[in-house]
């Protein structure tokens, strides 16, 4: 007896299984309605920003590649890779603190992350720039020793300082929960497996949780690294300039305000657009929510007219 595996061929079977066909669904009136005003109202929105002399276009794409405005670009993308691995790293620490069974140092990581997530960013970097006003000066050394550097904190703590200081720190107790996150989702089967092999901690982290967390972690990870790219724009108010307060610095000298907020505005969606695309990427490949396995066909057997199976 002969079977075929998979869809049945149309010239040998006249019919198809019902679970292969595609499902279709019919459109209603009201949605091609829907699509009617949705239409027509982004092109009255478009028209209206085309041709409004206000806006002043030519003025946009004058600054668009001006090189204060470049500089503020890759002042922005340097604050964002490198808060996002730093944040990462002290993000890993603080998950596995937060998932040790050790008490006091779980709750050491839990007060972190609630404090650096309960307060606003923007509170944080203005509080990292005058930090000097609590600790002029910090002596570093060794403990019973007279070995010790002193630090001047005021001439350490400069602006680009203080911001990628700020930035990192609270993206850290977000990669925490994150990380932990992908923690609890690795099986508790597999856990228990590491240990009957008599796994240290450090292995079982570094060869079996790590390794299954990813799929859950990575996505979201994708989703941070779009949020700090614009989150660096908070960074203007210490005075650095990055894409927003490269913007501003121009406008302030030509008060071409809105012009000049436009061509930020435009850079922040290309490069959030740009990182758009491999963070879709990464969710198609290790999302587990969206991942789907295809369904297995059930094997068709052919008969000849005699009703004899082949």
């Known amino acids: 007896m002969l079977k075929f595996v998979g869809r049945r061929p149309a010239t040998a079977v006249s019919g198809m299984d019902p679970a292969l066909k595609p499902r ?40 668009f590649t001006h090189e204060t405005i470049l500089r503020g670009l890759m002042l922005t ?43 606003p960013v923007l509170v944080q970097l203005i509080f990292w720039f005058n930090i000097a006003a609590l600790y002029p000066n910090l002596t570093i050394g060794i403990p019973f020793t007279d070995i010790s550097t ?48 008599g796994m240290s901690s450090a292995t079982k982290m570094r060869k079996i949780i790590i390794p299954q967390a990813m799929p859950s972690i990575i996505p979201a990870t994708g989703n941070q690294v779009i949020g700090m790219f614009k989150e660096t724009s908070l960074v203007s108010v210490l005075g650095v300039a990055e894409l927003l307060q490269s913007a501003q610095l121009i406008y302030a000298r030509t008060y071409e305000t809105i012009p000049l907020l436009i061509v930020a505005s435009l850079w922040y969606l290309v490069m959030t657009l740009l990182l758009s695309y491999p963070q879709s990427r990464l969710e198609k490949k290790y999302s587990r929510a969206t991942s789907r396995l295809p369904r297995q066909a059930k094997p068709v057997v052919l008969t000849d007219p005699e009703g004899i199976a082949r």
């Open 77 to 119: 993308i340097f604050l964002t890779v490198a808060s996002m691995f730093f944040g990462t790293l002290l993000g890993l620490v603080l998950a596995i603190m937060r998932s040790s069974s050790i008490k006091p140092i779980a709750a050491t990581a839990g007060v972190y992350i609630t404090i650096f997530r309960g307060t």
């Open 150 to 197: 002193a630090v001047d904190i005021n001439a350490l703590m400069a602006p680009i300082t203080a911001a990628l200081i700020g930035l990192t720190l609270n993206e850290a107790a977000y990669m925490a929960e994150i990380i932990r996150g992908g923690f609890m989702s690795v099986g508790k089967g597999q856990i228990e497996a590491a240990d009957s092999l």
């Open 24 to 63: 279709l669904r019919r459109r209603s009136a009201f949605e091609y309605v829907a699509w009617i005003v949705c239409s027509l109202l982004a092109l009255g929105i478009l028209i209206s920003v085309s041709t409004n002399p206000n806006f002043k276009w030519h003025v946009v794409a004058r600054y």
